[in-house]
């Protein structure tokens, strides 16, 4: 058998049950996209770009210095796992960081209204002890508090994975710097880095995509303009029964997420075809 | 020795203290509000205590235990089948000459991609066509379409890190592929694909829509009732129901890890 | 014994057929206290009428996107051909009776049970605009008010005048939760329309409808614009009451059955009070509706006959939950001491609830203010 035909037939039952099961459905959403009182035209693209258009940049900014911070802080806590010198730091993190994994999104969007409000447990805290003053208390939840919650709950997401994978990296080239005297930061971004780093774009890349995607944050920590475009779907949908709009904001939404992932195709199938 | 230890730990104390302000900050609301019975300004912390939120949760005809168990069923059997087709998925999109590989990756990517609100009606109508509605085959195979993202990218990164070398050596010693495959390649991967494994149940442990619009109300899972206590504002409920999913959400972590340190990572030096 | 208890979910799951006709499932749309009160009063006062009947309810959660989500239930049923559904009766919000009877979705029982000729109110004729009449049964009646905290705001505003000014001197004190969050904030800024509008708000609720009246809007969504700056922009019903329940906004619109729930939940301080300012907010009620093709009918009309007999409406919906009664005031208060009747009326008299109290504006008037809203407000 040629190769292709293996490899297909191995790829073929899970993208059968995404065709059959997602993109098929899906099909009828997208061209309800394009269909404006039956017949076709791109009514709801341009009344997405009139009402929503700020909320799209919104939406793109949130995602991308959420994806940013989410990156940096898994690697520092992903290298102080890998190259921490103290065992008992290192298994007190390694028992930390991980707990935001097991919260669902809506808990997430829950605990955080009531932990970042101007007169939440956060300032609370602070107040009592004598940190910040009643007066300077204010609130977090505006585009800060959507930030924080998707750096909260994302961050051991991509923590999980590139730790796994710094883990099985070859110990010798490491310890062979290290004995050369070289400091960790720099052994981290020079050596580790750049062998974890499809793991860590992966991650990064299916948290872009969970976060775009999550309803319950926007809605419950700031659902006011300008907000995140599944907010605005929600509402077309249960305020208008507008599935049109809806629609073309969900095909905007995924040209979104399809540009960042093709970005990092691009660069793996350089990689893969070496 | 002794007082250069103390003096590093200032800066680690601080660090792991700021973290673990930031990690348990949040969680703390969430123990507070699973045990108060009145809380309101101008009171920092709740007024009365009380368990009374509890016994309406675990009232017989609300039937928690048994959504739970059901939750947990529907998220192991997602696990099983997310990853009976992403490993062999994952090892041909690494591996072999595939055409259109980036176009596969990106299909399976979708059903993250688009949210999925205007979808439902169009994928319930199609369970409901086959019989497929209220069933818990239904729930998993929806909850396998999410799931297989995770799944699928991760193992193919997973692989796609193991130096071919490694495989081939064993080839040329006699092994089969299949052996080959099996013997060496899948243990250098499995912590990539048990991480996986944990996303894949965290995802489906914390899934409402899809089981409402396929499973309910033959299937009722507890995600369903955290939805409606948490968006609702009752916060209690709310809490308490989260609480209660952590238990198998680390139990599963717990029983991964503990088969990735003996098992596997003893395999990985050899 | 563990492998057991599995296998027995699993059988169950896979190969249960919905069990002959002695289990009926209700949908509902709303917060958890409206699961709680069919699994807790509803479920076993039926159970014990009907020997052998079993109920189980499905809460779809709170706000449109409950009902929303039942709505599309149903037409996924519909589009699959399904021959019997999977639901018997639906709680569902006023706004989706229309699409469901205007697609045909329903049954048309109210003269069927008892209860039905106790009915006289127009939203139990026509849901905003359209004409349902027979097809519901209104559960209960909710109306938006102004929840407002003694201890901070002594001398509440009693109308909309009086609250913009109150806005102006006290400025971030106010917080409503926009249109994208839920009714409550939509309520609000109907009321508003309604106040300032500059047209007839008689025929924004009544109807007929005509194109092109946003233009007598313009003035009212400056107004409102310059107003919203000066208040707070809360994420939703629930966060409207959240904020008020940390003291983070003095005064705020909020749904007057939630602002019970929250009362009896411990979420809010008891002194916490209600008004409703002149010219009026709408209200509206929730509908007990029975799907065309629901598998037990019969017993359907039963449940919802128990579910608006007056006993059930004096028990259940106001001495539990302090709501106002779905069915005419007269049987349920005949059910009632009168120290528990008056309770409903603690914060609002039944006058100020007859003045004030206003359906929403037609089904496409709706639509037009929440797009020239988002047009000319939040943009």
């Not at chain 2, 979808?119 to 818990?136: D, E, P």
């Not at chain 2, 080959?180 to 489906?204: H, K, M, N, R």
Request: aromatic residues 12%.
């Amino acid at each position: 058998m040629p190769i292709p035909l293996i490899g297909f037939l191995l790829v073929a039952p899970a993208l059968a049950i995404v065709l059959l099961l997602f993109i098929v459905p899906l099909i009828s959403s997208i061209t309800g996209a394009f269909d404006v009182g039956g017949t076709f035209g791109f009514g709801n693209f341009i009344k997405s770009f009139e009402l929503y258009s700020s909320d799209m940049v919104f939406t793109l900014v949130i995602v991308l210095l959420s994806s940013a911070l989410i990156g940096l802080f898994s690697i520092m806590i992903g290298g102080y796992l890998t190259l921490g010198s103290n065992p008992t730091a290192v298994s007190i993190l390694r028992w930390v960081y991980r707990w935001p994994l097991f919260i669902p999104f809506i808990v997430v969007g829950q605990v955080l209204r009531t932990f970042l409000a101007k007169n939440g447990l956060m300032n609370n805290i602070f107040i009592e002890a004598g940190i910040m003053t009643p007066m300077a208390a204010m609130s977090f939840l505006d585009w800060r508090g959507i930030v924080t919650a998707f750096v909260w709950k994302q961050t051991p997401f991509v923590t999980l994975l590139l730790a796994g994978a710094m883990a099985s990296i070859d110990r010798s080239t490491i310890e062979a710097a290290r004995n050369l005297g070289a400091k960790r930061i720099r052994i981290l971004i020079e050596i580790v880095l750049p062998q974890v780093r499809q793991t860590l774009l992966v991650g990064l890349i299916l948290s872009f995509v969970t976060m775009m995607s999550v309803l319950s944050v926007p809605l419950m920590i700031n659902a006011q303009s300008p907000t995140m475009i599944t907010a605005n779907m929600a509402f077309r949908i249960n305020a208008h029964g507008d599935y049109g709009v809806a629609n073309a904001l969900g095909l905007i939404s995924l040209l979104m997420t399809s540009v960042a992932a093709i970005i990092y195709l691009r660069q793996t199938m350089r990689e893969h075809a070496r | 020795m002794s007082v250069q230890l103390d003096w590093k730990w200032i800066p680690r104390g601080i660090g792991l203290g700021i973290l673990a302000f930031i990690i348990f900050g949040p969680l703390v609301n969430l123990l507070l509000w699973a045990v108060a019975e009145r809380w309101y300004f101008p009171h920092v912390l709740p007024l009365k205590y009380g368990f009374s939120f509890w016994t309406s949760v675990f009232s017989p005809r609300g039937n928690a235990m048994g959504s739970l168990a059901t939750s947990v069923l529907i998220a192991v059997l997602t696990v099983v089948v997310s990853l009976g087709l992403a490993i062999p998925a994952g090892y041909a999109l690494a591996r072999l000459k595939l055409p259109f590989r980036g176009l596969i990756l990106l299909a399976l990517l979708i059903p993250q991609a688009f949210p999925n609100l205007p979808v439902y009606v169009n994928i319930a109508r199609i369970f409901y066509q086959y019989g497929l509605n209220g069933t818990i085959f239904g729930v998993v195979l929806v909850h396998v379409t999410h799931g297989l993202v995770y799944a699928v990218w991760i193992a193919t990164a997973a692989f796609s890190a193991i130096d071919r070398e490694l495989e081939e050596a064993a080839r040329s010693m006699g092994a089969s592929a299949l052996r080959g495959f099996w013997d060496v390649t899948l243990p250098i991967a499995a912590p990539g694909l048990l991480a996986s494994a944990i996303f894949v149940f965290l995802e489906s442990l914390d899934e409402f829509t899809g089981t409402y619009f396929v499973g309910a109300p033959d299937v009722t899972t507890l995600p369903l009732l955290l939805y409606t206590a948490s968006s609702g504002g009752n916060y209690q409920i709310a809490s308490i129901t989260a609480l209660i999913l952590l238990v198998p959400s680390i139990a599963f972590m717990f029983v991964v890890e503990k088969f990735l340190r003996s098992d596997v990572l003893s395999k990985v030096g050899h | 014994m563990k492998a057991k208890f599995i296998a027995a979910t699993l059988a169950t799951g896979l190969f249960c057929t919905p069990l002959a006709a002695a289990e009926i499932t209700v949908l509902t749309a709303g917060d958890q206290n409206m699961v709680d009160y069919v699994n807790e009063y509803l479920g076993p006062l039926f159970e014990k009428e009907n020997p052998g009947a079993k109920v189980r309810v499905v809460g779809t959660g709170p706000g449109d996107a409950g009902s929303q989500k039942i709505l599309e239930r149903f037409e996924a049923q519909s589009k699959a051909g399904v021959a019997k559904w999977d639901a018997d009766v639906a709680v569902v919000h006023e706004k989706f009776v229309g699409p469901m009877v205007e697609q045909k979705f329903l049954d048309s029982y109210r003269s069927k049970i008892p209860s039905g000729s106790m009915v006289t109110r127009e939203n139990a004729k026509m849901a905003l605009g359209t004409n349902v009449d027979g097809y519901v049964m209104p559960m209960f009646n909710s109306q938006t008010a102004l929840a407002y905290n003694p201890a901070l705001v002594p001398n509440p505003p009693k109308s909309y005048d009086e609250l913009v000014e109150f806005v102006k001197k006290n400025p971030k004190q106010f917080g409503y939760n926009g249109i994208k969050g839920g009714a409550s904030g939509v309520s609000f800024v109907m009321g508003w329309i309604y106040a300032y509008g500059g047209g007839d708000a008689q025929k924004l609720m009544n109807g007929p409808f005509e194109e092109g009246q946003e233009k007598n809007w313009d003035k009212a969504f400056a107004s409102l614009k310059e107003f919203s700056r000066n208040a707070t922009m809360t994420p939703g019903n629930a966060g409207t009451l959240d904020m008020l329940s940390r003291g983070e906004i003095a005064i705020g619109p909020v749904w007057v059955d939630m602002f019970y729930s929250w009362k009896a939940k411990g979420q809010l301080p008891p002194e916490m009070k209600l008004v409703l300012p002149s010219p009026g907010m709408p209200g509206q009620p929730m509908h007990y509706v029975i799907p065309a093709k629901s598998p037990n009918a019969d017993l359907a009309q039963k449940f919802v006959a128990l579910a608006t007999s007056p006993k059930v409406q004096a028990e259940g919906i106001v001495k539990r939950f302090n709501w106002y009664p779905g069915i005419d005031a007269q049987h349920v208060q005949a059910n009632l001491d009168k120290e528990t009747w008056q309770q409903l009326f603690t914060d609002i008299s039944p006058e100020e609830l007859a003045k004030y109290g206003k359906p929403f504006p037609i089904a496409p008037y709706n639509k037009a203010i929440l797009e020239a809203y988002e047009r000319q407000v939040s943009n």
